[in-house]
Structures are given as C-alpha cells and as structure tokens.
C-alpha cells in the first residue's frame, strides 16, 4: 500500500506542537504540528534525508534513525513497531503469500468450546472458522464466502449500527487493527482487497484509515445488541496462532453466572433447535 509510510510520519508530527518538544511556537504556521525541518533536527538527522524518507525515495533507514524519529514523534509501542514495518516492508516473494487454511485441531479446539462464542480471523478480517455459539451470535454461515469478513460487515451491512450500539469505537478499533495488520502485510491480496473496497463504499471507513491510527486489539470487550439475545456485554480475548501468526483466534468470554452468559446459552439453545 503505497504511500503509507509518509502519510504515517505526515500524521504524527501534525498531532506534536512545538512547546511539547522545547522548540519555541511563536510565528505562523500553515500546517499543524512539527515541521519535517524540526523532525530532522531533533532526531538528529539531515533534513534532506527526512524528506526523502518521507517521501519514500530514501535508502534503506537504519534501527537507530527509526528509533530516533519515533521518539520524537512520542509513539507509543504499537506505533514504534508499525514505523519499523512500512518503513522496511519484506520482500515482495515473502509478502504475497495468502494465510492458510485453519488446521483441524484447531476447528476441534473452537467446536469443544461450547460456552463461548468462538471464531479465527485471517489478517484482512475474514472469517476462516467458527463455533457453533459464534455463527448463531454473528451468523457467519449465512454470510457470501467474499463477505464473510468483520470489517465489511461492520462497515457496509444496513444491521451493523442496531447490532453494534458503540459501533463508533468498534469502527475505530476496527480501522485500527487493519492499518496494523497493513502495515506488517502490505502485498496480502485479499487485505488490499478489503481495504480497496471499503475505501470505495464507506465514508466513514475513509475517514478513519486516514487518521493513520494503530492498535492491536487482542482484549477488551464489546456490547452486541443480538435480534434474539438481547443485549450482551462479551469481554473478549484474542490469540495469535503460533504456527500460523497471520490467524488470530478471538473467544467471547462472559463471566459465567452473568446475565451474558445465561443469554448466550439460550441463544445456543435456540439455534441447535434450527430455528
């Protein structure tokens, strides 16, 4: 994804104003933040250099000059580690390498897991397996295999918004998660595809993935407001498939005993029933 790396420097230094680095503000600027002229000289490198690393015509950047920047710019660790990425993306014969099919072994690990909604994404978002709890839940089966992805679903089905009621902040953390995953992967094929089409379909999408923000959403929890459940409050914790790293397994975790928990069980009920 061309380009991500000066709009990603370009997006940091406009948020950093020039009292919070010790450089004096007074004078007029025409764009926010820091000056790629200020950028260099607090990291300690030439100005024609930043400008071309920022323009994406520079050498090959070095650990100690990434570092430097990200220090200036105040990134924080997930940042740090996505400068270092789309600053020195891997080798395209490396980068275009699709995910793999999810092992059975794992399909067993989600179907024993009767509980708790259950399911494995691929980096781009994609639905690749599911427990029985996580297809009533999200209803992935009755989804296009094309579209049987999170992030398309969030952003471009009419239910999204009733079925969401933060979708505000899942959208943003939604966006957030991709720029990551782009940012390590930048040639995955079905990632560009997504991305392409929803910068084409949603505005919103748009808007977000020009913020440039990062996030590794492996915790936290979210609020589903389910046709049938009811409203549900689902911590979640997600895990990255060791053996295969670019698929992340993400389990629904109510505490048991809780209102959430008793609602996902009816839910289970009534979906083993066909209903």
């Not at 764009?31 to 260099?40: K, S, T």
């Not at 270092?84 to 490396?94: F, I, T, Y």
């Not at 179907?111 to 209803?139: I, K, Q, S, T």
Request: hydrophobic fraction near 40%.
């Amino acid at each position: 994804m061309d380009g991500d790396l000066g709009d990603f420097l370009r997006s940091r230094r406009a948020r950093i104003q020039p009292a919070e680095v010790g450089l004096p503000s007074h004078g007029r600027r025409r764009v926010p933040g820091l000056r790629r002229e200020e950028v260099a000289q607090l990291a300690g490198v030439s100005v024609d250099y930043y400008i071309r690393l920022e323009q994406g015509r520079g050498p090959s950047v070095s650990d100690s000059v990434l570092d430097a920047i990200a220090r200036v710019l105040r990134l924080d660790e997930t940042e740090h580690t996505y400068l270092h990425a789309v600053a020195r993306p891997p080798k395209k014969a490396e980068r275009r390498r699709t995910a793999p099919r999810v092992r059975p072994g794992i399909q067993l690990l989600l179907d024993g897991m009767e509980r708790v909604p259950a399911f494995v994404l691929g980096p781009a978002m994609d639905a690749l397996a599911w427990n029985p709890l996580a297809d009533a839940l999200l209803g992935f089966s009755r989804m296009a295999p094309a579209h049987r992805n999170t992030a398309l679903q969030l952003f471009l089905s009419p239910e999204a918004h009733d079925l969401y009621p933060d979708w505000a902040a899942v959208a943003a953390q939604t966006v957030a998660h991709l720029r990551l995953s782009a940012g390590s992967q930048p040639e995955d094929r079905r990632l560009c595809e997504v991305v392409g089409e929803l910068s084409l379909k949603s505005e919103d999408f748009r808007r977000l993935w020009a913020d440039h923000q990062v996030r590794a959403c492996m915790y936290g929890t979210k609020r589903l407001l389910h046709p049938v459940a009811g409203l549900l409050t689902l911590p979640y914790e997600s895990l990255t498939l060791p053996e295969t790293p670019e698929q992340t397994l993400v389990a629904y975790t109510p505490e048991q005993g809780s209102e959430t928990a008793e609602r996902l069980a009816l839910l289970g009920s009534w979906a083993s029933t066909g209903a």
